[in-house]
């Protein structure tokens, strides 16, 4: 009896491991079936005009686009980017992104625009473009090459692709990065947290400064809606005020109270994910790793992951989920959710 009983437990494990196997693999394989779709600003305020009270203006709102599966995931997906969005639409060559491949592994997806970004840009003060010769400069920092024209002998970037450079270069908005501004967008975000209109299960997806801005979103939250945040290469953190680190700017560090701080600590995961070709000294992953030491110094979860080192994914870029072998860097995302129990289904259609 007891050997059946042994058998039965390894066959169950056995299905089961090749479930989660196959509902992996198979996901970009699957439609993708909606139940709805749509967007909604949030936030902000009404301003009225100084010459005339009669006349107002509504800004500094944030604009949300959702994208709601037909069986949905508990666990919403917030893809937050410090420019623009359009980074997780697609691939560097216009293949799937990151929207679409959890789509179909039936995440609720949001796209963020925050307050002054994108779709959501009025803004309650005047604001000013200038145009800055970035081009180059931005091939370096989205880790393509050591300099520009060069790139890495593994890049997951498609070098002879002149449309997808030519697609990473445009896909751009200014970013305003500014401490008041940080906290103007983490604020939004907060208060879309705080709504409950995108669930009680919300897991940051942020990339580049973006993460800097979710992790003060948490800090200023009023509630535990929000579950994790994973964020590739984020350039800034918040630290807690009773350390002695300097503050600054445009990319932190932020410093903010203890307390605020402290709710960092209790979300049941964070990861900051860096790319491959990153030395232990450059500037944001030092900062990573005292973050989470920091973080988990107060009871946290956090843990930082080199795509490179030890998940062996050559030749990453600044914006991995972008990457050719995206898949490979979305199946680690899968992984980090299910670990966090965070890939579990709402009750189905039906049931009661």
């Not at 697609?90 to 789509?103: A, H, V, Y």
Request: charged fraction near 20%.
């Amino acid at each position: 009896m007891a050997s059946m009983f042994i058998k039965c437990i390894i066959t169950f494990l056995a299905l089961f491991v090749s479930g989660v196997w196959s509902d992996e693999q198979n996901a970009k394989k699957r439609p993708i079936m909606l139940d709805r779709s749509g967007g909604f600003t949030i936030a902000g305020k009404v301003i009225k005009n100084p010459i005339n009270s009669n006349m107002t203006l509504s800004c500094d709102h944030g604009y949300m686009e959702y994208f709601i599966p037909w069986k949905p995931r508990k666990t919403s997906l917030v893809m937050w980017h410090s420019s623009s969005t359009q980074t997780w639409q697609n691939r560097f060559d216009g293949g799937e992104g990151f929207k679409d491949m959890f789509l179909r592994r039936n995440y609720p997806v949001y796209l963020w625009d925050a307050p002054r970004l994108g779709r959501a840009n009025w803004a309650c003060e005047p604001t000013f473009y200038m145009p800055d010769y970035r081009d180059q400069g931005n091939f370096i920092a989205w880790n393509f090459g050591p300099s520009y024209g060069n790139f890495w002998n593994d890049t997951q970037f498609p070098a002879s692709n002149e449309t997808a450079w030519q697609q990473a270069t445009s896909a751009r908005y200014v970013e305003y990065d500014t401490n008041a501004n940080i906290y103007l967008q983490a604020n939004a975000a907060a208060v879309a947290a705080d709504s409950y209109k995108i669930g009680d299960s919300i897991v940051y997806l942020t990339n580049s400064a973006a993460g800097l801005r979710a992790q003060l979103a948490v800090a200023l939250s009023n509630t535990t809606n929000t579950k994790a945040i994973v964020a590739y290469e984020s350039f800034g953190y918040v630290f807690p005020d009773n350390l002695n680190i300097t503050a600054g700017q445009p990319f932190g560090p932020l410093i903010i109270p203890l307390e605020q701080f402290k709710k960092l600590a209790k979300l049941p995961a964070i990861q900051y994910i860096f790319s491959d070709h990153r030395s232990e000294n450059f500037t944001f992953l030092a900062q990573a790793r005292l973050s989470a030491t920091i973080i988990n110094m107060y009871g946290g979860n956090a843990e930082v992951l080199l795509l490179g080192k030890d998940a062996g994914l050559k030749g990453s870029t600044h914006i991995a989920f972008m990457d050719m072998d995206n898949d490979k860097v979305a199946g680690l995302l899968d992984k980090f959710l299910r670990k966090n129990k965070l890939d579990r289904y709402t009750r189905q259609r039906g049931s009661n």
